[in-house]
């Protein structure tokens, strides 16, 4: 936090704005330490982590976009204010298109760096709040997560395994009725604790970490494992699975695990919102910069007014709990934060009772920027 007595430094050879600068600004009450180039300013930058920075740019040995720049690195919310000549202006402009606050021409009177002071002041204030509201909600999730993760995850477990106990007979005979209901708490409970699987594995997603892992992965392969992984489910509700695939296809940047777990999210989905005697179709292209994934099927499709929010944490096109088709809402929501972390897009198109095709665009090379 910006205390009452924030702290100011200022860089310039000039002796006479140094001497000006330190006299106007501690007498509206800051802590202010000068330095005559750029090494020195560094080197006090580090000693004292000022506020707040006054830094000439037109200096002797290192220059002030140096010392900005190198400032920038070490602390990004540190309120930075270029000291120019007129004809420096267009430098002080490029010097806060690299992260200057704002810029004070020489020569400047007492009220105009006072005035200039006092708003990077307040401005510092404000970044060092928000800095400390992003750190609690950071905190207050984090203690969501571990709170979710043991206090409900672990007696649900529990639960799970005494009611198997039961099941089984294992403490005693029991009643069919019993036994009927029993199994359908099983079942709740079951699909509760997957629930709280994915949520967690979504709340701890983090994108970097998961680069870390990145290799050169055959989006063929992966096809073909969730497809076979996905065989009996599409048996089960009679809905045939196709693969088109060039001969060669480019193999991507990713995390083998995660592009896993998009198609088994995508391919699941166009089983489970299918209708009986219906056809899913995953097909691979090979576009310029690009390996497409198109995930088809002509099963219920969504109506228009959901598509913007099924990307949605928790959105269900039916949001019944005990609509016909179970899920979580949280399947395409893990689909479209992987896919941006792997630097790709994913769209979307409909109609309802036609079917619905979801295509993923998949950069070959990965461009960090486009990672998000
Ligand atoms: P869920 O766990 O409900 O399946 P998702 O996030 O995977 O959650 O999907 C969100 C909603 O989008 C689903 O509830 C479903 O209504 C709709 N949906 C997703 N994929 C399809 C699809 N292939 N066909 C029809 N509806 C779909």
Redesign the pocket.
């Known amino acids: 936090m910006v205390t009452a007595k924030a702290n100011i430094l200022v860089v310039d050879d000039d002796e006479m704005v140094r001497l000006s600068c330190r006299r106007v600004l501690e007498e509206d009450g800051y802590s202010v330490k000068t330095a005559e180039n750029g090494e020195v300013g560094l080197k006090c930058f580090k000693e004292i982590q000022p506020d707040l920075v006054l830094v000439d740019l037109k200096m002797p040995g290192k220059s002030g976009m140096d010392v900005l720049e190198e400032i920038e690195v070490m602390d990004p919310e540190v309120v930075k204010i270029v000291i120019t000549g007129y004809a420096t202006v267009s430098s002080a402009v490029e010097a806060m298109k690299r992260g200057a606050y704002d810029f004070i021409p020489k020569p400047f009177t007492p009220d105009e760096i006072s005035l200039i002071v006092a708003r990077g002041v307040e401005k510092r204030r404000l970044l060092l709040e928000r800095k400390a509201l992003k750190n609690s909600q950071e905190k207050i999730r984090r203690n969501m997560v571990s709170l979710v993760s043991h206090e409900l995850r672990a007696p649900l477990g529990a639960t799970v395994q005494y009611l198997e106990v039961l099941q089984a007979g294992m403490a005693g005979s029991i009643s069919s009725d019993a036994k009927e209901l029993i199994d359908r708490c099983v079942i709740r409970l079951r699909e509760l604790l997957e629930l709280i699987g994915r949520w967690i594995s979504l709340a701890t997603f983090d994108p970097a970490r998961m680069a870390e892992s990145f290799e050169a992965v055959s989006l063929i392969d992966v096809a073909k494992e969730v497809m076979a992984l996905l065989t009996a489910m599409a048996r089960e509700r009679s809905v045939s699975l196709n693969l088109d695939a060039p001969k060669r296809l480019p193999s991507i940047q990713g995390s083998k695990v995660c592009l896993q777990e998009i198609f088994f ?2 391919i699941g ?2 089983i ?3 209708k009986k005697g219906g056809w899913v179709k995953v097909t691979l292209y090979d576009e310029d910069q690009e390996v497409l994934a198109e995930i088809a ?1 002509n ?4 109506p228009e007014e ?1 598509l913007p929010r ?2 949605d944490e928790f ?4 949001g019944r709990r005990n609509a016909p ?1 179970r ?7 893990i ?1 479209k934060t992987m896919t941006g972390a792997h630097g790709g897009r994913i769209h979307v198109g ?1 109609r309802v009772g036609e ?2 095709t ?1 295509r993923v665009h998949f950069p070959k090379v990965l461009n960090p920027q486009r990672q998000n």
């Open positions: 999210n995508l989905n166009a489970k919102y299918n099927d099963g219920v499709g969504i959901h099924i990307f959105y269900r096109v039916d088709i899920g979580s809402g949280l399947g395409l929501s689909v409909s079917g619905t979801f």
